[in-house]
Every structure is written in structure tokens, then in C-alpha cells.
């Protein structure tokens, strides 16, 4: 069975901080992906990122970075420089091969104070 | 229009009253979805259709009813709900038939739903 913790309900910060969400995942599968999204209080869920299992390089995207780390399953976003437009849900999300459909997290409610 | 659309945006509804959600996605994709969203609760996936047959069923109630009368529009058709089915529900399109789970889902802006 595949699973997504996302153990951080709530995070809040104040803006320009820097702020790490966590995700850790379990599944047996050898091929397998990772997502983030974005959820906004309008509801629409916005895709972030995309990660497959043998690719285990950092990605940077702007002020969003992705740390994906095999060893301890993990796949952690880090948004630098917080802006109050940041604040939403964000949902960690995994798929692989024995399960045909996406596993999500339970999400992270980010909010940025001014 | 462009990515995923939905249509009512909110709707509020009655028991007894039959109703319709609409997706539409203008991305060229050949998977759709049906999710469901609950205060404090993950996504729950009801239904997906590739290339307009239903692939997977969640083991959801006779009273949501999906149809896909081609690869770009995706309804869900409801009727004799319950207050407990009150929730955002999300329609998703993703490009590949073949790869559902591993494929990016593109979600549209979902429908508030209250059952009253």
C-alpha cells in the first residue's frame, strides 16, 4: 500500500521567511512519482512538480526548491523568501505502478503574515 | 478557455433535487477525473475514464452518477444526496490513457457543493 505523510498541519511565518514543508512517503514500487500542488483558497489545485524515483537531483524553480531525498523517503519544498501569495494548502502526492491512482497527503495549510 | 473548467462553481441543493456538475478540459488530454473533498479529510478519487470508458470506481454511492460522452467533457450527474456529500468536488484531465496514475493530473477550480 502506498502513503503520503504530510506531518505539518499548520505553518505560519512571516513574510521574507524562509519555510520547509515536509513530505514523506512509503511504497514498495522501484519506479514511482512524486507531485507537490498548490491549493489557494479559491480551490483550484495548481501543479508544481513533477519528480520520478531515479531522478534524485534538487530542483529549483524561483523561490520554490525540491529536496528529494531516496534514503529516507522523503520529498521536501522549500519556498525562500515567503510572499503572502504563498499562502494556501499544499498537497504532497505520489504515484507509482501497483496503484493506479494518485496518493495524496493530507496537505499543509502555509499562511505568510505581512 | 484554456486547462480544466467547471461549471456551477457553487451549487446548493435540495435532497430530492437532481443536478449536474460539468468539467470541461481543453488540453488535448485522453484521462479524466472525478474527486471529492471533505472538510479534514485527503482527496478521495471517485471515478477516472480514459479515452471515455470508466477505468476505476471507487466504490462510490449509486447516487453520484458519472458519464463521458468524449475525451473533453466529464459530468457527474446527482441525485437524492445527502447533507454528508457536501463538499468541493474537483475534476482533474491528465494526457496519457495508459499511464493514469504516473501521468500529471491538471485539476480545474472544482464545485462547491451544499446539500441541504
Known amino acids: 500500500a502506498q502513503k503520503v505523510t504530510q506531518a505539518q498541519t499548520e505553518i505560519s511565518v512571516v513574510e521574507k521567511e524562509d519555510v520547509t514543508l515536509d513530505c514523506v512517503y512509503e511504497t514498495r514500487d522501484t519506479t514511482y512519482y512524486l507531485f507537490w500542488y498548490k491549493q489557494p483558497p479559491s480551490g483550484e489545485l495548481v501543479f508544481l512538480i513533477r519528480?520520478?524515483?531515479?531522478?534524485?537531483q534538487n530542483e529549483i524553480s524561483g523561490r520554490y526548491s525540491w529536496n528529494f531525498q531516496k534514503s529516507t523517503s522523503s520529498f521536501n519544498f522549500t519556498i525562500t523568501a515567503s510572499q503572502v501569495v504563498d499562502s494556501a494548502v499544499y498537497f504532497c502526492?505520489?504515484?507509482?505502478?501497483?496503484?493506479?491512482?494518485?496518493?495524496f497527503g493530507s496537505g499543509t495549510q502555509l499562511t505568510v503574515l505581512p | 478557455e484554456t486547462g480544466v473548467t467547471q461549471t456551477p462553481r457553487h451549487l446548493v441543493m435540495g435532497m430530492t433535487n437532481k443536478k449536474s456538475l460539468k468539467c470541461e478540459q481543453h488540453?488535448?488530454?485522453?484521462?479524466m477525473y472525478w474527486y471529492k473533498q471533505s472538510a479534514k479529510k485527503p482527496l478521495e478519487l471517485m471515478f477516472v475514464y480514459s479515452l471515455e470508458e470508466r477505468v476505476e470506481n471507487n466504490s462510490v454511492p449509486s447516487r453520484f452518477s458519472p458519464e463521458c460522452p468524449n475525451s473533453s467533457h466529464l459530468f457527474l450527474h446527482l441525485h437524492t444526496l445527502q447533507p454528508e456529500d457536501s463538499a468541493l468536488y474537483l475534476c482533474?484531465?491528465?494526457?496519457?490513457?495508459?499511464?493514469?496514475?504516473?501521468?500529471?493530473?491538471?485539476f480545474g477550480p472544482g464545485t462547491r457543493l451544499t446539500v441541504l
Open positions: 482533474a484531465s491528465s494526457q496519457d490513457a495508459f499511464g493514469l496514475s504516473t501521468d500529471t493530473q491538471y
Open positions: 502526492a505520489l504515484a507509482g505502478g501497483s496503484a493506479r491512482q494518485l496518493t
Open positions: 488540453l488535448g488530454h485522453n484521462a
Open positions: 519528480r520520478n524515483s531515479f531522478d534524485e
